[in-house]
């Protein structure tokens, strides 16, 4: 029975698509809202990060390492319990690089603008995604004002579905602490979307077919 190398090839790619399509589902990575994201937010605390250093609370931050994996460092977006009163209330949220366990220099990648006003879980989008490294600390920044929930009590963020990302700190700058960045009162509430990237899959999957269809095509009997 012959195999032709168009049927061999058009067999590999719809493989390759489906594989290309199970890696590249978004789930959640890191935080303390469940694994789907919909855990509840605490009732009590909050920290709020102002617009100025005048204010009691400047700003706040939470870290994370990612895992040694090539995979679940494409994020896609972040999800913050925040609430504000303050106008205007478009807000971003930021994804800094680390500097010796705080938030140092400029911003990495930053958010779509979300109107935060009521209480409530805000998500933050990065479009095409924010492209991070294995194995590397980096820090979550909202932009202020704003109020971003914490509580002594509640757990602090881990890796969701077996991602392999860990927690690194929650920091705050206030309006005593000299511009510096000091050890805050609790976790903050979040949870991290991301998109595992599949180029390794399709490349292999395009090698495979390539190599079927040469294979193949060598053998096709002179007309």
Known sequence: MSFRPARSFRIVAFLVLVMTGVSAHA???FGNLGTSGTGALSATNT???GGALSDPVFSLAQGFTTSSGTQNLLVGSVTL???SNDTPSART???YPNNAGVPGGSPLFTSSAVNVTTTGKYEFSFGSGAQLAASTSYWI???GPASWYYNSAEDQPTAQNSSGWAYLGTMRITNTSTGAWIPSI???SVSVVAVPEPPAIVM???G???AIWSVQRRRKPAS
């Open 27 to 29: 789930e959640i990575v």
């Open 47 to 49: 920290d709020y990060g």
């Open 81 to 83: 319990g925040l609430f």
């Open 93 to 95: 949220v930021s994804i």
């Open 141 to 143: 920044v909202p932009e």
């Open 186 to 188: 609790g976790p903050y």
């Open 204 to 206: 292999a999957g395009i």
């Open 208 to 210: 495979i077919a390539s």
